[in-house]
């Protein structure tokens, strides 16, 4: 595709389920990156993958959060036993190299829990 | 990692005058600077980034300066309109990558009085 894109664009998902985000990124780019973002407020650094490894993983905010990246390409982003403070939305960017390139932010999923 | 400080949190300016945001990085290694624009709720997008060999970098109404000696680097905005308004975020990252990737400051909500 064009541009990175994320699924799904909205979730809403009641308390104690899991979900699953997904990140394509631009074909070719092989950093790619996942911020939570709620209402109002930054960027928060959750994780990152050179390829389809990710160096350092304590951004994560608890272990209830996990992330993978397979083939170098498409990652996803799973959210075990949801919890209200859950919500926000999720951003995934990718860019051609881990360094000195421009990062290509994906539209987010605004996950709701309920 | 990386750490990146941005200031003020919050920005307002009567229209027409100028917008300037500050950033500090802690990595003397970083050695590129970008900054994007999230318009409200829309996703973050590179509106001008600086990397470390030079110390300027204007485009049209907008402009980025770097001091690497005090690892700090700050956004000109002149002449602001009403279109400017948005969050920005300063980011830094070095090359490899390291264990973050590119690191974002919390960012600042530029607001331009009519």
């Known amino acids: 595709g064009a541009g990175v894109s994320q699924s799904p664009s909205n979730k809403v998902t009641e308390k104690g389920k899991d979900v699953e985000l997904r990140c394509d990124p631009i074909?070719?780019?092989?950093?790619l990156y996942w911020y939570r973002q709620s209402l109002g407020q930054g960027l928060e650094f959750l994780i990152y993958?050179?390829?389809?490894?990710?160096?350092?993983k304590s951004g994560l905010p608890s272990d209830r959060f996990s992330a993978e990246r397979t083939g170098g390409s498409v990652s996803t982003l799973t959210i075990q036993r949801t919890q209200q403070e859950d919500s926000a939305v999720y951003l995934c960017?990718?860019?051609?190299?881990?360094?000195?390139?421009?990062?290509?932010f994906g539209q987010g999923t605004r996950l709701t829990v309920v | 990692g990386e750490n990146v400080e941005q200031h003020p949190s919050t920005l307002s300016v009567q229209e027409g005058d100028s917008a300037v945001i500050k950033c500090t990085y802690s990595?003397?290694?970083?050695?590129?600077f970008p900054w994007y624009k999230q318009e409200l709720g829309k996703r973050p997008q590179l509106i001008i980034d600086?990397?470390?060999?030079?110390g300027e970098k204007k485009d049209q109404r907008i402009a980025v300066t770097l001091n690497k000696t005090a690892k700090h680097f700050s956004l000109h905005i002149t002449e602001t309109q009403p279109e400017d308004s948005a969050v920005y975020f300063c980011?830094?990252?070095?090359?490899?990558?390291?264990?973050?990737?590119?690191?974002f400051g919390k960012g600042t909500h530029l607001i331009i009085q009519p």
């Open positions: 960017a990718s860019s051609r190299t881990a360094s000195n390139t421009e990062a290509f």
């Open positions: 074909s070719g780019h092989t950093a």
């Open positions: 993958f050179q390829g389809n490894s990710a160096p350092d």
């Open positions: 990595d003397s290694a970083s050695n590129y």
């Open positions: 600086i990397r470390s060999n030079v």
């Open positions: 980011a830094a990252s070095k090359a490899g990558g390291g264990a973050d990737g590119l690191t």
